[in-house]
């Protein structure tokens, strides 16, 4: 085949890739895959009698996608709880852990698991940034005196639009018969994380403060009406960065974050949160 | 080289009501005046974190509980089920919001400069503001007034999270009622929170080691507010302490006392009293220390011990009322300026605004029996008056405390919804020294609660004329009791 009609060739196959991959998130059928060693474990934490309840907690506030699905079905017609749950703390406490444990292996069973070939250093560094950003967003939120428990949800949110774009990914490569590419759609990843998130959430019956801040957390000053958890969010997702170098963001680019005067962060404030740095990045390695 | 310090007759920090108003006073004055504030908007924690917020939630709570008090079986009034404490506040940001509005268009009028910032002297009369970034500038102020205002104490074996125990700073952040609150305190803010949340549903425990709680309150009158918050399922455990506090790291804060009992709990609010906020300022440059109390002292015009440095507000101690603080920042600014005060009354009524609410002004039954040998009291209980059967009252009671004679008015003190607008009936007996048969004697509207100090009236005159039927000796010869 000549040179030039390979090239265009291999263009319209990313194009018809792109095509068919914007399709699927128009559809928004979306679904938060699992990380199959955070489902085994999950499985078998709950199939132990003996499993310690504390454990399960730490489970499920150390992984976003199982998180996100307790929450969902915590909220669900399943459950009927008689308070909206709003927060993990929330559906701990109330609904006990015999029907946590139930959650989590009905989610453990149910979930996708993320099988994304070639992926899998970039999906569990999605899944360490988002316990990262969770612990320094609880930080932010006790030194203002704000929710902590939303801020950790908000955190812990965040990005899950990631994960969810990547298995669709998968599944549009699958559809098509290609390989997976994800530097093919990595600008769609990154401009539609937050609002494929935010959808994501909104069928979970959480406060729609919690899905706003997830759509917005990368531009806070258009929230309508949560600027406030999505700044915190946004600083938090920075400070994330920082702490497990996952994206290059310096202390100098902290120090002059433009998100500091809104959040009132005064510069011993900022510096006490850069000092946690050790701690967030082994609560995040932790996470595997 | 750097521009020279900026110049103004008085610094003043903090933007609380003890600030705010003497920020206010020294523009009404003609002076140059400048307010540093911390926070991004002014207003303080009287604003933003305390009075007004709690307010709003307790007026959402009062008027679900009177709403049922007063239609009896007409409606089934419950809660819903998933009732939050964020819809219940949806006012708060709405009041919030006009509150501060208010105060900046006051300084705005007023010409006041405003400076957002931490200050700290960098000698007696060098303030630098640092600024959120960490740029700082320097300002030349003749006087300063200091009006931090004050933060929740936190003991060290209670570890406030802001998350499982909170603070009175942090308990309004919570977006969803707990099922169960154990509260740390008996003091005024303990006693607010513990009814708000007690008539909006939750359980309460309130722990304490006083017997009961508002120590400072007449008993009689501290024991409506624990009936009333027993009937609505919550309990105060007088006479305890805690001697550990810990989240079991799932669902629950365990409460161990002192008496080897336990109490398990959604959530802790810890009220053990406040500190000053004096770190950072650097007194010590400008020559002050705080005292053995952690706070500031200063003489009846709110002079510190350096004669340009005032300070007002809970920085100086109780009562740390918002009325008080505003007082104390315009009498620091007319103090300073040599403007000839009035002649202020110390006679000053405290409101608590619990369920039900609480007030008192001058002296207790007891204190009068310290104070003058011996005193008369009049009761009116609520449920006595047609307004308070109108409004399902029953369990108000205003106590009138007069002289041994039984003539002259040495205190009030109500429980009640109304009580802290109802005091000021009193507090203005107090300071014009006020005889008890004025009460009995004027007229009043019916039907009112104000008729209560009538009705306590008469029970006084009644103890008077049984005790003295020639009449009280040096004091006029009793009339006739006309209808009451």
């Known amino acids: 085949m000549p040179q030039a009609s390979r090239i265009e060739s291999v263009a319209e196959t990313v194009a018809r890739f792109r095509e068919r991959f914007l399709e699927k998130i128009a559809e928004g059928a979306f679904e938060l895959p699992m990380l199959p060693e955070v489902a085994s474990m999950v499985m078998a934490a709950t199939q132990d009698e003996a499993c310690d309840a504390r454990r399960l907690s730490r489970m499920i506030h150390r992984d976003a996608a199982l998180a996100g699905h307790v929450l969902k079905l915590a909220n669900s017609p399943l459950y009927a709880p008689t308070v909206p749950i709003v927060s993990l703390q929330q559906a701990v406490s109330r609904l006990g852990m015999k029907k946590i444990r139930e959650m989590a292996l009905v989610a453990a069973c149910q979930a996708k698991v993320f099988r994304v070939p070639g992926q899998d250093a970039r999906v569990h560094q999605i899944f360490r940034h988002s316990v990262a950003t969770a612990a320094y967003a609880q930080e932010i939120a006790r030194m203002r005196r704000w929710n902590v428990e939303e801020a950790f949800l908000c955190g812990l949110l965040h990005d899950a639009g990631k994960p969810v774009l990547l298995q669709l990914l998968v599944e549009v490569g699958r559809e098509l018969d290609l390989g997976v590419d994800a530097s093919l759609v990595e600008d769609v990843v990154d401009e539609m994380h937050g609002s494929v998130a935010g959808r994501l959430v909104e069928g979970w019956r959480l406060p729609a403060r919690v899905a706003e801040t997830i759509v917005y957390h990368h531009r806070p000053h258009e929230a309508p009406s949560a600027a406030q958890t999505a700044m915190l969010t946004g600083i938090a997702d920075d400070l994330a960065h920082f702490a497990l170098q996952s994206r290059p963001v310096t202390e100098d680019e902290l120090r002059a974050h433009p998100l500091l005067v809104p959040l009132n962060l005064y510069r011993d404030e900022l510096e006490a949160l850069i000092a946690r740095k050790d701690l967030v990045k082994a609560a995040a390695e932790a996470v595997g | 080289m750097s521009a020279a310090p900026e110049r103004y007759d008085v610094v003043v920090i903090g933007s609380g009501p003890a600030g705010h108003k003497a920020a206010q006073q020294a523009a009404r004055l003609g002076k140059r005046a400048?307010?540093?504030?911390?926070?991004?908007s002014i207003g303080g924690a009287c604003v933003h974190r305390g009075t007004i917020p709690s307010?709003?939630?307790?007026?959402?709570?009062?008027?679900?509980?009177?709403?049922?008090?007063?239609?009896?079986?007409?409606?089934?009034?419950?809660?819903?089920?998933?009732?939050?404490?964020a819809s219940l506040m949806t006012r708060m940001e709405e009041v919030v919001r006009a509150h501060e509005q208010m105060m900046s268009d006051q300084l705005r009028r007023d010409r006041t400069a405003s400076r957002h910032g931490r200050a700290r002297f960098v000698d007696p009369h060098l303030i630098e503001v640092e600024s959120v970034g960490g740029a700082t500038t320097r300002?030349?102020?003749?006087?300063?007034?200091?009006?931090?205002?004050?933060?929740?104490?936190?003991?060290?074996?209670?570890?406030?999270?802001h998350e499982h125990v909170l603070d009175s700073d942090s308990i309004l952040s919570m977006t969803y009622l707990p099922k169960s609150l154990t509260v740390l305190g008996a003091g005024v803010i303990a006693a607010e929170y513990a009814s708000i949340f007690a008539a909006l549903g939750t359980k309460v425990t309130m722990v304490d080691r006083a017997p009961r709680p508002l120590a400072f309150l007449d008993p009689e009158i501290a024991d409506v507010f624990v009936r009333a918050f027993h009937r609505m399922g919550s309990r105060y455990l007088g006479g305890r302490r805690h001697a550990a506090v810990e989240w079991d790291g799932l669902d629950t804060v365990v409460t161990k006392l002192d008496d080897g009992s336990e109490v398990r709990s959604e959530k802790l609010l810890c009220c053990l009293g406040r500190v000053a906020n004096l770190d950072g300022l650097d007194l010590s440059n400008a020559g002050l220390?705080?005292?053995?109390?952690?706070?500031?002292?200063?003489?009846?015009?709110?002079r510190t011990a350096v004669p340009h440095v005032y300070a007002a507000g809970d920085v100086i101690g109780p009562p740390s009322l918002a009325s008080s603080s505003a007082e104390q920042g315009r009498r620091a600014v007319c103090s300073m300026f040599g403007v000839t005060l009035g002649h202020g009354s110390d006679v000053i009524p405290a409101g608590i605004y619990t369920i039900p609410e609480l007030s008192q002004v001058g002296m207790t039954e007891e204190q009068a029996k310290q104070a003058v040998g011996g005193c008369l009291v009049g009761r009116a209980q609520f449920g006595e008056l047609a307004r308070g059967k109108i409004a399902a009252m029953e369990e108000g009671l205003l106590k009138l405390v007069a002289d041994p004679g039984g003539r002259k008015v040495l205190g009030v003190q109500i429980a009640g919804e109304g009580a802290a607008e109802l005091i000021h009936l009193g507090q203005e007996a107090l300071i014009h020294g006020a005889e008890v048969d004025g009460f009995v004697d004027n007229i009043f509207n019916f039907p009112t609660l104000a008729e209560a100090y009538r009705v306590a009236a008469l029970d006084i005159v009644l103890q008077r004329r049984a005790l003295f039927p020639a009449g009280v000796p040096g004091s006029p010869t009793d009339a006739p009791l006309g209808c009451s």
């Open chain 2, 139 to 161: 300002f030349v102020a003749d006087h300063v007034v200091i009006a931090t205002g004050s933060k929740p104490r936190t003991p060290p074996d209670v570890p406030v999270d």
């Open chain 2, 34 to 40: 400048l307010l540093v504030e911390r926070e991004l």
């Open chain 2, 289 to 302: 220390r705080a005292n053995e109390r952690g706070l500031l002292s200063v003489d009846a015009n709110c």
């Open chain 2, 55 to 85: 307010k709003t939630l307790r007026e959402a709570a009062l008027a679900l509980t009177s709403f049922k008090a007063r239609t009896g079986s007409v409606f089934e009034l419950k809660l819903r089920d998933d009732l939050q404490v």
